[in-house]
Structure formats: structure tokens, C-alpha cells
T-cell receptor, first 115, second 111 residues
Framework: NAGVMQNPRHLVRRRGQEARLRCSPM?????VYWYRQLPEEGLKFMVY????????ESGMPKERFSAEFPKEGPSILRIQQVVRGDSAAYFC?????????????FGPGTRLTVT | AQSVTQLGSHVSVSEGALVLLRCNYS??????LFWYVQYPNQGLQLLLK??????LVKGINGFEAEFKKSETSFHLTKPSAHMSDAAEYFC?????????FGAGTRLTVKP
């Protein structure tokens, strides 16, 4: 059973460009979470999605950031008009259910560098 | 709302010494608590989790953690550190909503 897949692993964008980060959850998992990790900081929750629904986006910046989890295909985190402050590692996690005791399974992350 | 605080952003121990990583939680409902480990350039891996079945939880790689309600703590311990334990460790809580992570503790193991 393949784990959570994220691609690309590394992404370099110039200021003003768009970044698209992809996440394929583990097989059988219908809950996806996105986190951002800045250097020397912990994980910050961004958004929680189920298929075709955004359940909680309380951690998402109000502008330029969006996420989706379509019926078919991976979950996408999209950052428009990137700025240097967006440089970070972005992690996706999935779980089979949203039971509070369910651990989340993490992907290897996408490291975004904005030049 | 729930949150966790990890005391000490960096901990350094000698190989063979006791590892103690501290985590205190805040939750308005009975919490579920987790410890994850992150090796360089990798995602997080679950070490162990507390789901109210037993207060002393044993995890992988010889780690264990004890849930102490009176102290609102869930400290991670390992009797004898190994060089391969060098990594970043995150405490997390899930209680009334999504999982929330602490800022992490970077463990260094000296030979």
C-alpha cells in the first residue's frame, strides 16, 4: 500500500508566479490535510478537505491560497502570485476517517523556494 | 480549542543517556495525544498515540509517553538514546477539532 504521495518534492518559483502542489492520499483515505512548515517552526494547519468539499480552511491565508480535492485525482494546493514569504515546506497528510484518535499519515513534503 | 506546548526547542543528550522531551497540552475536552518524528527532508512518522486506553503508551523505536491529566502533560521518553534518534519531534493534540502540533523539539545525540 503506497503511502501519501506528494509532488513535486522541490519547486522553485519566481515572485509573481503560481505554485501548484499535489497530494495523493493513501489508498482508502478520504480525508486530506495541508500543513505549512517554516524554518525553525512547527507545522501550521492550513486546510482540511474531503472529496469535493473544503471542511475547514481556518488556517489558509485569505488571499492567493486555495485548495481542492476533486472527485478524481489528487488534492491540489495552489498559491498564486508567490512571494518570498511563501518559501516553506508544505506537507500533506491523509486519514481514513476524521475520528479524533486517528493518526494522520504524512507525505514527504514539497519544498517551495521563491526567488 | 486545543493546543500543545513543547518545552525546549533543542535538546542534546549523549548516546546511551535518557531522552526526555516535554509536551504540555491544553484542551477543553478529553484529548487524544500524539508524538511524531521527522527525519531530515522527510515527512512526519507516528511514534505513538494516546487514546485513553492506558496512560502509559509504548511506541516504536523504544519510545514511550505517559499521559498525566493532573499535569496536562504527555512527555516522551526513551531510556537510552541512539545516534539514529537524532531528529525533530512533534507533539500533537486532537480533541474537539483538527490536530494541532507543537513547534517541535530538535533532538541531538552526541557520541
Amino acid at each position: 500500500n503506497a503511502g501519501v504521495m506528494q509532488n513535486p518534492r522541490h519547486l522553485v518559483r519566481r515572485r509573481g508566479q503560481e505554485a501548484r502542489l499535489r497530494c495523493s492520499p493513501m489508498k482508502g483515505h478520504s480525508h486530506v490535510y495541508w500543513y505549512r512548515q517554516l524554518p525553525e517552526e512547527g507545522l501550521k494547519f492550513m486546510v482540511y478537505l474531503q472529496k469535493e468539499n473544503i471542511i475547514d480552511e481556518s488556517g489558509m491565508p485569505k488571499e492567493r491560497f486555495s485548495a481542492e480535492f476533486p472527485k478524481e485525482g489528487p488534492s491540489i494546493l495552489r498559491i498564486q502570485q508567490v512571494v518570498r514569504g511563501d518559501s516553506a515546506a508544505y506537507f500533506c497528510a491523509s486519514s481514513p476517517d476524521r475520528a479524533l484518535w486517528d493518526e494522520q499519515y504524512f507525505g514527504p513534503g514539497t519544498r517551495l523556494t521563491v526567488t | 480549542a486545543q493546543s500543545v506546548t513543547q518545552l525546549g526547542s533543542h535538546v542534546s543528550v549523549s548516546e546511551g543517556a535518557l531522552v526526555l522531551l516535554r509536551c504540555n497540552y491544553s484542551s477543553s475536552v478529553p484529548p487524544y495525544l500524539f508524538w511524531y518524528v521527522q527525519y531530515p527532508n522527510q515527512g512526519l512518522q507516528l511514534l505513538l498515540k494516546y487514546t485513553s486506553a492506558a496512560t502509559l503508551v509504548k511506541g516504536i523505536n523504544g519510545f514511550e509517553a505517559e499521559f498525566k491529566k493532573s499535569e496536562t502533560s504527555f512527555h516522551l521518553t526513551k531510556p537510552s538514546a541512539h545516534m539514529s534518534d537524532a531528529a525533530e519531534y512533534f507533539c500533537a493534540v486532537s480533541g474537539s477539532g483538527d490536530m494541532r502540533f507543537g513547534a517541535g523539539t530538535r533532538l541531538t545525540v552526541k557520541p
